[in-house]
């Protein structure tokens, strides 16, 4: 089943799953919690994404204006990590939806929005430019 890491939980509570890759430090009731590791996220755009759109910096203005990639629409790390640095709110700025984080990573290698990505799935990205 895919699911945000942020909801995996609620299918183990209701017991559509066995098992569940989820955020949280806390076992649910009767559940066995094996840490992973820990993903770093960075924001990123191609080069010439960053040059059309973010010329003036990234700021309040421009992210009102700039497209963005979330997983879904449940998604919250971008809305918070958006609200946390720029004081702005989910609806005050675009932001696409795509349930697929091969998408996600393609969209934003062809120019069609920034995103929130994990350092890890987009370092050879990163090297190369």
């Given at each position: 089943?895919?699911?945000?890491?942020?909801?995996?939980?609620?299918?183990?509570?209701?017991?559509?799953?066995?098992?569940?890759?989820?955020?949280?430090?806390?076992?649910?009731?009767?559940?066995?919690?094996?840490?992973?590791?820990?993903i770093n996220y960075i924001v990123v755009a191609t080069p010439e994404f960053v040059e059309r759109?973010?010329?003036?910096?990234?700021?309040?203005?421009?992210?009102?204006?700039?497209?963005?990639?979330?997983?879904d629409h449940k998604d919250n790390m971008h809305t918070r990590f958006i609200e946390q640095h720029f004081g702005l709110e989910e609806g005050q700025y675009p932001?696409?939806?795509?349930?697929?984080?091969?998408?996600?990573?393609?969209?934003?290698?062809?120019g069609a929005a920034y995103c929130l990505a994990s350092q890890l799935q987009v370092s050879n990205e990163l090297a190369n430019g």
């Open positions: 089943m895919i699911e945000d890491e942020e909801r995996t939980l609620d299918r183990l509570k209701d017991g559509q799953s066995l098992g569940a890759i989820a955020v949280y430090d806390v076992a649910i009731k009767g559940g066995l919690l094996t840490r992973l590791g820990k759109y973010f010329c003036d910096g990234i700021n309040t203005q421009t992210l009102m204006r700039v497209p963005g990639i979330a997983f932001l696409h939806a795509v349930r697929s984080s091969e998408a996600f990573i393609d969209m934003t290698k062809h």
